[in-house]
Every structure is written in structure tokens, then in C-alpha cells.
T-cell receptor, first 113, second 113 residues
Framework: AQSVTQPDIHITVSEGASLELRCNYS??????LFWYVQSPGQGLQLLLK??????LVQGIKGFEAEFKRSQSSFNLRKPSVHWSDAAEYFC???????????FGTGTRLKVLA | EAQVTQNPRYLITVTGKKLTVTCSQN?????MSWYRQDPGLGLRQIYY???????DKGDVPEGYKVSRKEKRNFPLILESPSPNQTSLYFC????????????FGEGSRLTVL
């Protein structure tokens, strides 16, 4: 069955520290991969996406993610976290043309000043 | 401004009282979808629509109805709400030129007493 796993429910980091949020997926075909961020009281906003090509993708707000097919992972990283990055982050997979998306359960990030 | 608009943003109702949550997008997107977000469960798809008059069930359609009479609108109908439908609801849309990126509304928090 297709699934997306975000193993960390909560993560706390200090401002200025590096960040890595994990995402593992189980998908039959080559997936399209997404990271979305949800700030409190807001809808979800796309951070970055991977379809093909370079496995390291850059997104908005200084985030990047790396697609590792051998590990079925698409981890999100940021070298230096800002207090405004405190939010909930969702990994999602989809396939072209079907508009079928599966979301992970989310990772809530807390940033300490 | 390109956006997905949901109304109401907040609603408290009672069991059995029919309600409709409206969703409208101004991006001429073909695809629209409804999700519900519950703690620990992430986003789960309720219904989706590939175009006008084309709708299909998602993963958790029970207790919900939708219609797509116009391309821009995709209302979610709860004919007889029950307390287990208390949740945060998101409408999302995308088009063929967006390569899978979903555009989300700000969410509608529904409480059924």
C-alpha cells in the first residue's frame, strides 16, 4: 500500500541550528514528492517539490530536500533555523495526472530563542 | 491575487443540522479537492473533482457530499453532521500547468456538538 511516514511528531531546535525533517514513502511508481508548511491558523504552502532530474531540490525560505531512491526518502533540511520557521511540516507524494496525493502525519517544529 | 477562498472559517453547529462549506478558486484550476486534518492523522482526502460535473470519492467520504457545477466552486456538504466530523477542513486546487502543486485555502474549523 502507498504510504508516507514522518517519524518525528515533534522536533525542537534552537534558533540558528541546523534542521532535518525526515520523510519516507512507499510508492509503486516514481513519485512526485512535496514538502508543505502550515503556519498556525493558515493553510498549507508549498516549500519545494521533486519530479525528476537533480535529486537535490531548493525551495523557498532557504529549505532544501534530497530525494534518495535507494532509501525511499525525501528529507527536508535547512542549515540555520529562524524563529519564524516554527510551524507544522507535511511531506506528500503524488503521481502525475492522477491528482492522487498522500500526506504524512506532519512534524511540528518548535524553535527556541 | 490568486487564491482559494473558504467560508466559513469557523463554525459551531449541532448534530443533524445541515451545513455547507463553500470553496472558490480564481485560478481556473481543473482539479479541486477537500481534505480534513485531524491531530496525528495528517490530511485525509474526502472528495475530489477533476473538472466540472466530475467528482469522486477520496479516502474518507462517508457523511459528506460535494458538487461541481462551476469550475471555480466546489462546496462541501454535510447533510447530517455528527460529532466525529469535528475537524479542520481544507479545500485545495491545482491545474495542469502547476505540475502537481496544490493551492490551499486557509481552512474551516468545524465543531459539531
Amino acid at each position: 500500500a502507498q504510504s508516507v511516514t514522518q517519524p518525528d511528531i515533534h522536533i525542537t531546535v534552537s534558533e540558528g541550528a541546523s534542521l532535518e525533517l525526515r520523510c519516507n514513502y512507499s510508492y509503486g511508481a516514481t513519485p512526485y514528492l512535496f514538502w508543505y508548511v502550515q503556519s498556525p491558523g493558515q493553510g498549507l504552502q508549498l516549500l519545494l517539490k521533486y519530479f525528476s532530474g537533480d535529486t537535490l531540490v531548493q525551495g523557498i525560505k532557504g529549505f532544501e530536500a534530497e530525494f534518495k531512491r535507494s532509501q525511499s526518502s525525501f528529507n527536508l533540511r535547512k542549515p540555520s533555523v529562524h524563529w519564524s520557521d516554527a510551524a507544522e511540516y507535511f511531506c506528500a507524494v503524488g503521481t502525475s495526472g492522477t491528482y492522487k496525493y498522500i500526506f504524512g502525519t506532519g512534524t511540528r517544529l518548535k524553535v527556541l530563542a | 491575487e490568486a487564491q482559494v477562498t473558504q467560508n466559513p472559517r469557523y463554525l459551531i453547529t449541532v448534530t443533524g443540522k445541515k451545513l455547507t462549506v463553500t470553496c472558490s478558486q480564481n485560478m481556473n484550476h481543473e482539479y479541486m479537492s477537500w481534505y480534513r486534518q485531524d491531530p496525528g492523522l495528517g490530511l485525509r482526502q474526502i472528495y475530489y473533482s477533476m473538472n466540472v460535473e466530475v467528482t469522486d470519492k477520496g479516502d474518507v467520504p462517508e457523511g459528506y457530499k460535494v458538487s461541481r457545477k462551476e469550475k471555480r466552486n466546489f462546496p462541501l456538504i454535510l447533510e447530517s453532521p455528527s460529532p466525529n466530523q469535528t475537524s479542520l477542513y481544507f479545500c485545495a486546487s491545482t491545474g495542469t500547468s502547476n505540475r502537481g502543486e496544490l493551492f490551499f485555502g486557509e481552512g474551516s474549523r468545524l465543531t459539531v456538538l
